[in-house]
Nanobody, 117 residues
Framework: QVQLVESGGGLVQPGESLRLSCTAPKYLFSILVMGWYRQLPGGERELVAQ???????KYAESVKDRFAISRDNAVNTMYLQMNSLKSEDTGVYYC???????????WGQGTQVSVSS
């Protein structure tokens, strides 16, 4: 069983920042395509950002000038730096990993991000 461990959610005011982290097993991390998804209240789970292995990160249009995804293979962790947060960013954020070659998909447990004044 592959476990993804997320952290960093919380309650902030509009315009503030948060950083999410997702740690995957060290023996797999270098062959995982990593991404962040979110589920907004009443909505479907949607892609926020994705980072592969050596390629250009991809972003949802609604976040691409405010969020930045990165990965640090040395500590088998992916990050999502979220700046200029808006109330419409409120939701549960999930870490997702896809194993290259086999296509296995793994999900984290989700972390709540709430943006409110």
């Amino acid at each position: 069983q592959v476990q993804l461990v997320e952290s960093g959610g919380g309650l902030v005011q509009p315009g503030e920042s948060l950083r999410l982290s997702c740690t995957a097993p060290k023996y797999l991390f270098s062959i995982l395509v990593m991404g962040w998804y979110r589920q907004l209240p009443g909505g479907e789970r949607e892609l926020v950002a994705q980072i592969g292995i050596g390629d250009t990160p991809k972003y949802a249009e609604s976040v691409k000038d405010r969020f930045a995804i990165s990965r640090d293979n040395a500590v088998n962790t992916m990050y999502l730096q979220m700046n200029s947060l808006k109330s419409e960013d409120t939701g549960v954020y999930y870490c997702r990993a896809v194993r290259v070659g086999r296509g296995d998909v793994y999900w984290g447990q989700g972390t709540q991000v709430s943006v409110s004044s």
